[in-house]
């Protein structure tokens, strides 16, 4: 992953570090140091850090393990300074699947709390533990009442905690799965204003959560949204039909002086008629800014042999496929020709095209005007 570090890999999958987590490490030692405390005391805090974000990576393959259970793969683990995200391949489409995907998360804080309850009691710390708040007093007891705030927190019925997730499932229910988000993610926003108002008055830290809260609930719906209206179309009406393509032994200096003044920024490259590459023009300006292509080819930089996808494929599985392999363009073929290219930017054209028509009249169907012929994979 980009700006992450991988540091393992857990039950199949990989767990990164991003870049700026070693920086919490850093100021948690450097603050304890500047108050005086010493260099045991310091690492003792990078510890406790330690072991809470350890709790968080556990939090996070409860759901992908869950997810698994049920035929969705997770690409990867990512430890931020904020928490963890755990990146599923899909959202389940089932209420039920996502109700049992967002609670293993939390059920797994649960059982480390009851777990380390159980420990404090054989040792004799039960009571003690009761009276320790969660930057003070033992260390098995801060990280119980940890993963004990770790549940509530993400309990809270808002995107993009798993409880705004459990709330959206039930509501799925009983209604559509578009309006059971927008549901779920104006209850989001009306309690990431009611932090945020609290947070004015009493702690700044509460302004941070509400901000975090009503722009996640805002993009889970505008996400939710958006695979709403690729469901169901075939890939053709949203391609870019007949898009220029590239030979391996294309020089990239001529190469970026053409992508330079085209609209077109990611281009099939093809060998003899077959799909053998992908050209991402951020790949080639970014090797040009650091001066290492001048006089290569475009074998040099191409992302080798891309997944394709067919013509009359639907288009939710197309964006679970540019998702899975975080491409920006998959080549479109049909009985193994190359008729189109399908872009993140055609797929929110398309998206903003039928979102207009739909507005205006709703009970009818749409095509999107595609310059594409299955019969002859030719312009119109």
Known sequence: MGGSLRIGRLAGIDVYMHWTFPLLLVFIAGTALLRGESAAAALQGVAYVGAIFGCVVLHELGHALTARRFGIATRDITLLPIGGVARLERIPENPWQELWVALAGPAVNVAIAATLLGVLYVMGNVSRAIEVSLMGGMFLAQLMWVNIALVVFNMLPAFPMDGGRVLRALLAMKMPYTKATQVAAKAGQVMAVIFGIIGILYSPLLIFIALFVYFGAAQEAMAAQFRSL??????????????????????????????????????????????????????????????????????????????????????????????????????????????????MNSLSRFAQLKAYHDQREPASSWDSPTAWSSGTGVRR
């Open 230 to 343: 690729l469901k169901g179309v075939a890939v053709h009406q949203a391609m870019v039909p007949q898009p220029n393509t590239l030979s391996p032994y294309d020089r990239i200096d001529d190469v970026a002086d053409m992508i330079a003044l085209d609209y077109q920024k990611e281009f099939p490259v093809l060998h003899e008629g077959r799909i053998v590459g992908l050209l991402v023009a951020d790949d080639l300006f970014g090797g040009l800014e650091r001066g290492d292509l001048p006089g290569h080819t475009v074998a040099d930089i191409m992302r080798r042999d891309p997944p394709t996808i067919d013509a009359t494929a639907k288009l939710e599985d197309a964006l679970a496929l540019l998702q899975q392999h975080a491409l920006p363009a998959l080549p479109v073929t049909y009985y193994g020709q190359l008729v189109g290219l399908l872009t």
